[in-house]
């Protein structure tokens, strides 16, 4: 099953607990491959050199960095920060050059910080009141689902550049697998036997916790990634490998961790 939000601009209307506290990782921002991999093959010191090195440069945009545009032109148009965005980095404070002036450069507004040397951040998501973690690191995204945290691993998209820059008037576009994702992964299981009963029950359900669905998908098990670019989703959460694999080839795509890695 596949449901899709449209705006969350919409769902400030219902006046829950605002802001939505995201956290993204650098990671999950920017384009940090290679960077990445020196860390992997030498080591941190070697890491740290290479940062300090080329804190001049300007990174690349990664998996994460449409939706972080995009959340602060929602932000700007309604003038309050309807979603906080937290950066939580392994870098370490004196390597944060390079993040921090990339981010001043392409106008994107972070206030709030964590670089943590090399350590994983997930012990620190409580102390932001995170509701959503969204990071490169499977593990991570794991750690932080087993503290009840919602969180998905970014991959890098295999569309690259291909991501257009979002333009300022284009609503906020998240797409989400039911099943699983937005339910329980009991919900699986009713849907296979229940079918159109089934998704009546979940446009119940989104009813009954006050939230506005745009349009919803029911793909009976079919391949469903065809549709994202038709409907310009932003990104797309799901929990099944095959389905972020097939995702990544057309748009921005985070697979969420079972509870307790289950």
Same mark, same amino acid.
């Given at each position: 099953?596949?449901?899709?939000?449209?705006?969350?601009?919409?769902?400030?209307?219902?006046?829950?607990?605002?802001?939505?506290?995201?956290?993204? /990782?650098?990671?999950?921002?920017?384009?940090?491959?290679? %960077?990445?991999?020196?860390?992997?093959?030498?080591?941190?010191?070697?890491?740290?050199?290479?940062?300090?090195?080329?804190?001049?440069?300007?990174?690349?945009?990664?998996?994460?960095? /449409?939706?972080?545009?995009?959340?602060?032109?929602?932000?700007?148009?309604?003038?309050?920060?309807?979603?906080?965005?937290?950066?939580?980095?392994?870098?370490?404070? /004196?390597?944060?050059?390079?993040?921090?002036?990339?981010?001043?450069?392409?106008?994107?507004?972070?206030?709030?910080?964590?670089?943590?040397?090399?350590?994983?951040?997930?012990?620190?998501?409580?102390?932001?009141?995170?509701?959503?973690?969204?990071?490169?690191?499977?593990?991570?995204?794991?750690?932080?689902?087993?503290?009840?945290?919602?969180?998905? /691993?970014?991959?890098?998209?295999?569309?690259?550049?291909?991501?257009?820059?979002?333009?300022?008037?284009?609503?906020?576009?998240?797409?989400?697998?039911?099943?699983?994702?937005?339910?329980?992964? %009991?919900?699986?299981?009713?849907?296979?036997?229940?079918?159109?009963?089934?998704?009546?029950?979940?446009?119940?359900?989104?009813?009954?916790?006050?939230?506005?669905?745009?349009?919803?998908?029911?793909?009976?098990?079919?391949?469903?990634?065809?549709?994202?670019?038709?409907?310009?989703?932003?990104?797309?959460?799901?929990?099944?490998?095959?389905?972020?694999?097939?995702?990544?080839?057309?748009?921005?795509?985070?697979?969420?961790?079972?509870?307790?890695?289950?």
């Amino acid at each position: 099953m596949y449901y899709k939000v449209v705006s969350i601009a919409k769902l400030s209307l219902f006046e829950v607990n605002l802001p939505l506290t995201i956290a993204l /990782s650098s990671r999950a921002i920017f384009d940090l491959r290679l %960077e990445h991999a020196v860390f992997k093959r030498l080591g941190l010191k070697a890491y740290d050199n290479y940062q300090n090195s080329h804190r001049k440069e300007m990174l690349k945009p990664g998996t994460g960095y /449409s939706l972080l545009r995009k959340i602060n032109f929602l932000n700007n148009k309604v003038g309050r920060k309807v979603i906080d965005v937290v950066l939580m980095s392994k870098n370490s404070a /004196s390597t944060s050059f390079r993040v921090i002036n990339t981010l001043k450069a392409s106008g994107l507004k972070i206030d709030r910080f964590v670089f943590n040397d090399g350590f994983s951040v997930v012990p620190f998501l409580s102390d932001f009141d995170v509701d959503l973690f969204l990071t490169a690191d499977p593990l991570d995204a794991q750690a932080a689902m087993n503290q009840n945290i919602a969180s998905a /691993s970014l991959f890098y998209s295999r569309i690259g550049s291909k991501i257009s820059e979002p333009k300022e008037n284009e609503p906020l576009m998240i797409a989400f697998d039911g099943d699983a994702v937005i339910f329980s992964d %009991e919900s699986e299981k009713v849907y296979q036997e229940s079918g159109l009963d089934a998704f009546l029950r979940a446009m119940y359900t989104f009813s009954e916790w006050g939230l506005f669905v745009n349009r919803a998908f029911s793909m009976g098990g079919k391949d469903k990634t065809g549709i994202l670019p038709k409907i310009s989703a932003d990104i797309f959460f799901d929990d099944h490998s095959k389905h972020v694999d097939r995702a990544q080839n057309h748009i921005p795509t985070g697979k969420v961790p079972s509870r307790l890695g289950l």
